[in-house]
């Protein structure tokens, strides 16, 4: 079980910084552990981890912590925020402008789980590696 965590802060930086932890964490995974993330899940991966740390940026006041762990041949990534309101998924609706990033989550990724924590909430969400 591979993991790595990084915390940033509610500023959009760190969307950007966030993306670049998700890609590093999953270049190595394959360079340094030999296990096969595809081109397609390298980008997945940074725009999921991405998409998350964007809503926490907007909605939670303070930092999100992130966590990526490879379990088996699948990709966990866990955002932490201390907004305690679970996210509500909108329907489909392409004619709205923004919020979409929930959206994108759920088509992308193969689980999604929302859990209030002592302070704020945690969501975790699964890829497949290839």
């Keep these: 079980m591979l993991t790595s965590y990084a915390a940033f802060d509610a ?6 910084a966030a993306r670049a932890f998700a890609r590093d964490f999953l270049t190595q995974v394959q ?28 909605y ?17 990534i866990t955002v932490w925020d201390s907004d305690p309101t679970l996210p509500d998924a909108r329907p489909a609706d392409p004619e709205r402008i923004g919020r979409h990033g ?8 193969e689980d999604f789980d929302v859990q209030r924590e002592p302070v704020g909430k945690r969501i975790e969400v699964r890829l497949p590696l290839a």
């Design 60 to 76: 939670a006041p303070g930092p999100c912590l992130v966590e990526l762990e490879i379990v088996g041949a699948t990709l966990v």
């Design 102 to 109: 929930l959206e994108i989550v759920l088509a992308v990724c």
């Design 11 to 16: 500023s959009t930086a760190s969307i950007a």
């Design 31 to 58: 360079s340094e552990h030999g296990l096969p993330v595809s081109s397609q899940v390298l980008g997945t991966g940074q725009l999921v981890v991405s998409e998350l740390v964007t809503n926490a940026c907007k």
